[in-house]
């Protein structure tokens, strides 16, 4: 079965960064996209970052742009998200996933892998 184990949240300060890691089984890594989702209570799911199964095109979403990285690296079946300069509007809980295709996708309803959560809070 394909698994998705989430790691690296925490509760940081704001202007802090943390790297989370998401890392999987089960599946053919390089062959799909992966996203990077996340949500705080009351509030929808909402892509964060995405990259292709090659690593070679990144998407983010306008609010992180500049702040956050989204890396693979398919040897070792995992993909990072390089989160800087944390504001408290950052904290939620973050999802990865995989795609159904090695595309950028940018909507959650083409991902059909999701791992756990991390949470990440960012106090001020």
């Known amino acids: 079965q394909v698994q998705l184990v989430e790691s690296g949240g925490g509760l940081v300060q704001a202007g802090e960064s943390l790297i989370l890691s998401c890392t999987t089984s089960?599946?053919?890594?390089?062959?799909?996209?992966v996203g990077w989702f996340r949500q705080d209570p009351g509030k929808e799911r909402e892509i964060v970052a995405a990259?292709?199964?090659?690593?070679?095109?990144?998407y983010y979403t306008d609010s992180v742009k500049g702040r956050f990285t989204i890396s693979r690296d398919n040897a070792k079946n995992t993909v990072y998200l390089q989160m800087n300069d944390l504001k408290p509007e950052d904290t939620a809980v973050y999802y990865c996933?995989?795609?159904?295709?090695?595309?950028?996708?940018?909507?959650?309803?083409?991902?059909?892998?999701w791992g756990q959560g991390t949470r990440v809070t960012v106090s001020s």
């Open positions: 996933a995989t795609a159904f295709h090695p595309l950028i996708s940018r909507t959650a309803l083409e991902y059909n892998y």
């Open positions: 990259i292709t199964g090659s690593g070679d095109m990144t």
């Open positions: 089960g599946q053919t890594f390089s062959a799909y996209g």
